[in-house]
């Protein structure tokens, strides 16, 4: 089965170009983000599991994630868009070996402009809706326009957990950065620009179908 993957530091738009790709190819969306969380808020017994290794501090294990995958891929799909995965050297080999991979897009951002992009981000404490300062603010500032609720930054969007971020990401990713490159599947796509510059670029970076 064919599939993409993309590799992006928070705020490159990968979360959005990975969906976009989706629709566009009619292929199966897989956020592993997503999974994990749907996982522990239904209390399943693999979202028991993560949430406990999660608590601990340790990373979830390859072989999780791996049967998170194939537990979730739809054997109908006509491919799949992975978000959040590969993370580690062996997610990688195991997406080689099962998976017909296409390319892996690296979103491109500088961390300065990741950052701006980031602490525009707000979150309403009551009823979770998302807003963004720049491109989806509310009609009132630091309003939820559906419940009337507070709008806050999230932990994770503030400065201190966002550098964190930024080194762990880096530290994660240039083994993988290298292992596509050695692989000839890794392209560079510089993320500066609006959604549909990077979707743009992203398309004429298809394989030929
Ligand atoms: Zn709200």
Sequence with gaps: MNCYAFIGIQGSGKGTQAVLLSEYLNYQHINIGDLFRYNIKNNTPMGQTVKAIIQRGELVPDATVFELVRLNVSSDALGIV????????????YLLDHYQLQKVFYLDLSETTAIQRISARRVCQSCGENYNLNSQPPHTKDICDKCGGLLIIRNDDKPDAISKRFAEFYEQTS??????????????????????????????NLASR
């Excluded at 050695?182 to 510089?190: M, Q, T, W």
């Excluded at 993320?191 to 398309?203: R, S």
């Design 175 to 204: 083994p993988l950065k290298e292992f596509f490159i050695k692989h000839n599947l890794l392209v560079n796509i510089k993320a500066e620009g609006t959604v549909q510059d990077i979707f743009d670029l992203l398309k004429v």
């Design 82 to 93: 992975f978000d959040g995965f590969p993370r580690t050297i062996a997610q990688a080999e």
